[in-house]
């Protein structure tokens, strides 16, 4: 596969803490972040999630190149002792979900000192990182958070083989493009978007409507770098004025005008002739 995106790069993410391996037990103290990683090669997909008893919610695993890699905080309300650490798959967490084994951490005894410290660091942790960075070779997004770079006025293609979608149905928009775009493609659909020159540096979101469906769903990111100051955007085409909003009330001004002065003319005549 190739990614077909030009001057396209993905965005790092930041280290991740301590990691726990598979089938070993990790010492641990409320409060403590630590990572479960997996190679792509494994059979933990982008997506699960990690949970355990002793973490403060669930992680989910996302893409790192080379790897997959989760990371949780242990609660700072855990008490001491040993917990399994489970992987399940994505999505809303099922109660009932046993899910695989993976490993375990055993919380130490902490005094009450410390486990308020914990609440304190805990509540001033920043958010887990939601982007991922997915291998060069794949098409873009692996998932709505594959975000990668892109200059302003640069391209990218957009590919999608899961949604089974048909050819046509599915436009995509979004605040960086210089257009929306309509998928086309037999099996696999694809579009090739255009990045405006004078679009906002920072993440863009990509929505997805389709045909014959109520609603629309944020479908993926990316990242807009600053525009080379000799960009341009390409002179909108004929079906481009065609499909504008502000084109359509033109034209609908212009027969707007037209009708109303057929009708004066039309009661001038009368006029006269009742004149007669």
Not at 245 to 251: F, N
Request: hydrophobic fraction near 40%.
């Amino acid at each position: 596969m190739t990614l077909g995106t030009q001057g396209v790069q993905a965005a790092p993410l930041e280290e991740v803490p301590l990691p726990l391996q598979r089938d070993a037990e990790q010492l641990v103290r409320p409060g403590e972040r630590i990572s479960v990683t997996v190679g792509l090669q494994d059979s933990i997909d982008n997506g699960d999630r990690v949970f355990s008893p002793a973490f403060t919610a669930d992680g989910r695993m996302r893409m790192n190149d080379p790897h997959v890699t989760a990371v949780m905080t242990i609660s700072c309300t855990a008490v001491p002792g040993s917990y399994e650490v489970r992987i399940g798959s994505g999505g809303d967490r099922n109660p009932s979900e046993v899910g695989s084994l993976w490993g375990s951490v055993r919380v130490a005894p902490v005094g009450e000192a410390e486990r308020a410290a914990c609440a304190r660091r805990v509540s001033e942790l920043p958010p887990e990182p939601r982007e991922e960075r997915w291998p060069a070779h794949v098409e873009w997004p692996g998932s709505p958070w594959d975000v990668r770079s892109v200059r302003a006025g640069g391209e990218m293609k957009a590919t999608d083989g899961l949604e089974m979608a048909g050819d046509g149905e599915v436009t995509l928009t979004s605040s960086a493009f210089t257009r929306p775009v309509v998928m086309h493609g037999a099996r696999v659909l694809s579009a090739t978007v255009r990045i405006r020159c004078d679009a906002t540096p920072g993440i863009h979101t990509v929505v997805w409507r389709q045909k014959a469906k109520v609603g629309s769903k944020v479908w993926a990111r990316l990242r807009v770098e600053p525009a080379a100051p000799d960009c341009h955007d390409p002179a909108p085409t004929l079906a481009d004025r065609i499909k504008s909003p502000t084109s359509w009330l033109a034209a609908a001004g212009i027969c707007a005008a037209a009708l109303a002065a057929r009708a004066y003319v039309l009661k001038r005549r009368r006029r006269a002739y009742s004149l007669l």
